[in-house]
Each structure stands twice: as structure tokens, then as C-alpha cells.
């Protein structure tokens, strides 16, 4: 009997243990919401019981999918019975990770728009192109242009004498990706994080590799979210006493 008990009744660092944490950590955790609260015994110590031990894992389990604040956003209403709350936290989760793979697949499309042609054209330019030949090629207003550069999209130099934008090969390039998300609906504050990856990146060609990569990412966060939801699930099982 004593056996079974110790198994069951877990001092903080046994808790600890099984995933590599602190005692400190347990204890913010439960100070968080993340676990129910600790039983005490006659003199105040903690102790923790199977029910503690399987929301230790389904949070950590959350975490890769959702982050750590909407996790422990997750458990908190879950210790409080707040279910619909814990489930519209996980929905606008899998919401953010559609509307990411909508706007990679937008991204892709522009590319794809882009077109030989396009990306020659604007090579061709060799940076000596101006506001209004540009406006012109890409089918938009000066304004526009104007807009975009206010916007960090395209950032072309000035003529020393004459103050005029002059549009490099690179902004033109950028302009051109630019049309194609703002066609797709994309507004200007989801374009620019992403052309200053390709600046980052050094142009065009690597993008092929940084999109794999955000491909493969956005897959490791499904999986996450499939994972964690599996263990969460189990965890209210275990809370309500269910087999």
C-alpha cells in the first residue's frame, strides 16, 4: 500500500523529473493555472497526483502548436471548467495556421506570376527606371508606388540633382511581387515581412529553399496541434476521471 501510494503521490521534483524541469518551474506552473492546485500534507508540503502529472504533459505538448502564452491560456481554462473558452483558444490556433498556408500559397502564386519575362523585364532596367514608367508597367498609379515605398515595399534612391525615385532592378522586382499579393488581397503589413526575407535572403533563387522551409514548418505546427490536442484530451479524461 505504501508502494502505491508513493506512486501516486509525487513530490514537486518527482514531478519535475519526468520532464527535465525545475521545481521552481512546477511551481510557476501551478501559480500560472497550467496545473490544478497542489494537494498538502499535515505539514504544508506539496504533493502532486496522476491528474498533475498529465497536465504537466499535455501543456508542454500544447506549447510546439500553440505557443507558450495561448497554452497556458489552454490550461487555465481547462483547470477552470472554462471548455468553450479552452476550445476557442485551440480553434483560433488551427484559424492563424490556414490563413499561414493560405498566404503561402499566395506567396508561391506570385511568384509563379511573376513569370521569365517579368523577372528579364526587370533586370532590364538596370536601375535607371522612374516613377512613372513603372506605374505604367505595373498597371497602378504613381500614388501607389508612392504608397508602397511609404509602406517599406520598395525603396528606390534619389536622383542627387533632381530628387527623382529611381527604381533598381531589386525595387522593381519588388514592386512587381507586390502587385501580385496586393491582387491576392494581402495587405501591405503581410507583404513587407516577407520581402525583407528575400532580401535577407539575397533575391529570388534561395527562395525556393526558405519556402520548403516554411512548408516544413507549417507542417510541424499541424502535427503539433494534432499532438497536443491527443494529450489535452487525455489529461480531461484523467480530470474527470474517465479511463
Known amino acids: 500500500m505504501d508502494n ?21 518551474a512546477i511551481r510557476n506552473y501551478e501559480a500560472a493555472g497550467i496545473l490544478p492546485p497542489a494537494e498538502r500534507t499535515p505539514h504544508g508540503y506539496r504533493t502532486y497526483t496522476t491528474v498533475h502529472v498529465h497536465s504537466v504533459r499535455a501543456f508542454l505538448a500544447l506549447i510546439p502548436g500553440h505557443g507558450h502564452q495561448r497554452s497556458t491560456s489552454i490550461m487555465r481554462a481547462v483547470n477552470l471548467d472554462a471548455i468553450d473558452e479552452a476550445l476557442q483558444l485551440i480553434d483560433e490556433s488551427h484559424v492563424q495556421l490556414l490563413d499561414d498556408r493560405r498566404t503561402l500559397r499566395a506567396v508561391e502564386n506570385a511568384l509563379a506570376g511573376l513569370g521569365t519575362s517579368a523577372v528579364e523585364a526587370a533586370k532590364a532596367t538596370s536601375g535607371a527606371m522612374f516613377i512613372g514608367p513603372l ?23 534619389r536622383d542627387p540633382q533632381t530628387g527623382y525615385r529611381i527604381y533598381s532592378e531589386v525595387d522593381v522586382r519588388d514592386a512587381l511581387l507586390t502587385r501580385q499579393l496586393r491582387r491576392g488581397g494581402y495587405p501591405l503589413d503581410r ?17 525556393e529553399a526558405l519556402l520548403g522551409e516554411w512548408r516544413d514548418r507549417l507542417s510541424y505546427r499541424g502535427c503539433s496541434l494534432l499532438a497536443g490536442a491527443a494529450e489535452l484530451d487525455r489529461y480531461m479524461r484523467v480530470r474527470e476521471g474517465s479511463p
Open 4 to 24: 502505491l501510494q508513493h506512486r501516486w503521490r509525487l513530490r514537486p521534483i518527482d514531478l519535475a523529473r519526468e520532464h527535465g524541469l525545475s521545481t521552481q
Open 135 to 157: 506605374a505604367h508597367r505595373l498597371g497602378i498609379t504613381a500614388a501607389t508606388l508612392r504608397k508602397w515605398e511609404n509602406a517599406g515595399l520598395v525603396q528606390p534612391d
Open 191 to 207: 507583404i513587407a515581412p516577407f520581402l525583407a526575407e528575400i532580401r535577407t535572403a539575397g533575391g529570388l533563387d534561395p527562395l
